[in-house]
Nanobody, 121 residues
Framework: QVELGESGGDLVQPGGSLRLSCAAS????????MGWYRQAPGKQRELVAT???????KYADSVKGRFTISRDNARNTVALQMNSLIPEDTAVYYC???????????????WGQGTQVTVSS
């Protein structure tokens, strides 16, 4: 069972834009927060952005002013609008959600399988 699925990764030139989307499966009953992480080759997975109901979005310093996270609570989806992309943004981007699956009975972190973003000329 896959609880989260990402889409939108692609090859883009520096300065270009890309929009990533993540959708929760029907097994997820409720979501407290959603976010995006990324992992570049040879590096640790790092937080990109998070958003929770009633709270301001949070961003890594490296993407602040260039990326925008948004969430559709009714649809349990989250998007990441990425503008002014630079080669350092190249990574696999992972969607995450702190969510309740009824059969589990408590909120836990769930992860998508990732989508590749490559910024290169």
């Amino acid at each position: 069972q896959v609880e989260l699925g990402e889409s939108g990764g692609d090859l883009v030139q520096p300065g270009g834009s890309l929009r990533l989307s993540c959708a929760a499966s029907e097994s997820i009953y409720s979501i407290k927060a959603m976010g995006w992480y990324r992992q570049a080759p040879g590096k640790q997975r790092e937080l990109v952005a998070t958003i929770a109901s009633g709270r301001s979005p949070k961003y890594a310093d490296s993407v602040k002013g260039r990326f925008t996270i948004s969430r559709d609570n009714a649809r349990n989806t989250v998007a990441l609008q990425m503008n002014s992309l630079i080669p350092e943004d190249t990574a696999v981007y992972y969607c995450t959600a702190n969510a309740l699956v009824l059969r589990v009975g408590e909120y836990r972190d769930y992860w998508g399988q990732g989508t590749q973003v490559t910024v290169s000329s």
